[in-house]
């Protein structure tokens, strides 16, 4: 596979590692509510969110249908007003200097608004580079290579309305590329895509990632979370329910989940005592074997006890892997209804502004 060289690649890692620990983007307590119609009031769909971004990271932002993702994105590249809230990107204060804070972000929103219908695949990296002050000579070279990467060299001339829809997305990204700003938001990039194209897609978010950049994907791709983010904040009606690395939240959940095999079938005592005194207990339709969760050491003691109660062979016992759909459905589920504010709450005369970009 053709390895990307890119605009800012260099100065990109030679920042990353001078200044590791800094924050590319902040967000405090980002508000808003859009205005409900008639007499409904207002919905709140993003209710004190925060967080932050290091340079080089690449954050995952989660969350089931509705929970705010979009929105969050769409107030940190200056699409959506928030109502209250800091927004910072490279130090600067992105509410009171937008354009001084835009310089630094490149965003592919959902249906692909970064590009031209009418305009052909090359024109419009061009057009979107020159939009970023990038001469066409100079950019001339990182075209070639991107559209070569993204598979897209058969189709240098064709309409971006001729395309398809995966080839749209990827040249979404091409054109988010090579405007040359530290920070990218890609919001759900995977969406829509068969499988194959999902996978490229995939690939050139993983080369993306190795220039450099500072990223934030929103997405319910799973295998993307997991293959490519450090970090993950997970909201849900609008509040942030989990921020910590993946690698951390793939150990924490992974450390308790066994599956037993057994050299003769559970008896139906056996499963309902599996059932009561285990989390996450589940026999498979043989009975002769299951999963289960042991949260402390002497968990496995217990386990004994009920298998040695019927004289029940343990053919095996092994710490099976878990994967972040499994441990995203735990978080999410666990908070739901935990302190969720009545959603029709009136909040603190925050003008609510309807915005439709
Ligand atoms: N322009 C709008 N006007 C009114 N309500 C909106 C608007 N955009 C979003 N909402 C509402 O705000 C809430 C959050 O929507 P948002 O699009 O941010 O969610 P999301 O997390 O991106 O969801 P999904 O996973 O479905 O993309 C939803 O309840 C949605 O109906
Ligand atoms: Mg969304």
Redesign the pocket.
């Known amino acids: 596979m053709t390895t990307l060289t890119l605009h800012g690649d260099t100065d990109a890692a030679a920042a990353r590692s001078a200044r590791a620990d800094d924050v590319v983007v902040g967000v405090r307590d980002l508000r808003?509510t859009?205005?409900g119609r008639g007499r409904r009031g207002g919905?709140v769909?993003?209710d004190g969110v925060s967080f932050d971004v290091r340079r080089g990271e690449i954050l995952g932002l989660l969350?089931?249908?509705?929970?705010?993702?979009?929105?969050?994105?769409?107030m940190i590249c200056g699409l959506?007003r928030p109502d209250a809230g800091a927004i910072r990107v490279e130090g600067v204060d992105a509410r009171q200097q937008p354009r001084r804070a835009l310089r630094h972000i490149s965003a592919v929103l959902?249906g692909n608004r970064n590009l031209y219908w009418r305009l052909s695949v090359q024109e419009n990296m061009e057009y979107f580079a020159g939009n970023r002050g990038r001469s066409r000579r100079s950019v001339a070279a990182e075209i070639d290579t991107l559209l070569e990467a993204f598979a897209l060299e058969p189709k240098r001339t064709a309409l971006v309305s001729e395309l398809s829809r995966g080839m749209q997305q990827k040249l979404a990204i091409a054109v988010a590329m090579l405007a040359g700003t530290e920070v990218v938001l890609l919001?759900?990039p995977t969406l829509g895509l068969d499988v194959e194209t999902g996978y490229e897609v995939r690939d050139l978010l993983r080369q993306v990632a190795r220039s450099g950049r500072t990223i934030i994907i929103?997405t319910?791709d799973m295998p993307v979370v997991q293959d490519l983010c450090e970090r993950t904040v997970i909201?849900h009606t609008?509040r942030v329910v989990t921020d910590d690395r993946v690698d951390n939240l793939l150990r924490l959940f992974a450390t308790r989940a066994y599956h037993v095999r057994l050299g003769a079938p559970l008896s139906l005592r056996q499963v309902e005592a599996l059932r009561a005194g285990f989390a996450g207990a589940a026999v498979d339709d043989d009975a002769l074997a299951f999963q289960v969760e042991l949260e402390r050491g002497e968990d496995l003691y217990r386990l004994v006890d009920v298998l040695r109660s019927e004289r029940t062979p343990i053919e095996s016992l092994d710490r099976t892997g878990i994967d972040f759909e499994t441990v995203f459905r735990r978080l999410v589920n666990g908070a739901d209804g935990v302190g969720a504010p009545a959603r029709g709450a009136q909040r603190g005369g925050a003008a609510a502004r309807?915005?439709?970009p």
């Not at 969350?63 to 769409?74: H, L, V, Y």
């Open positions: 808003k859009y205005p919905h769909a993003v969350g089931p249908n509705g929970a705010g993702k979009t929105t969050t994105i769409k959506v959902e919001d759900e929103s319910h909201i609008g309807e915005e439709r």
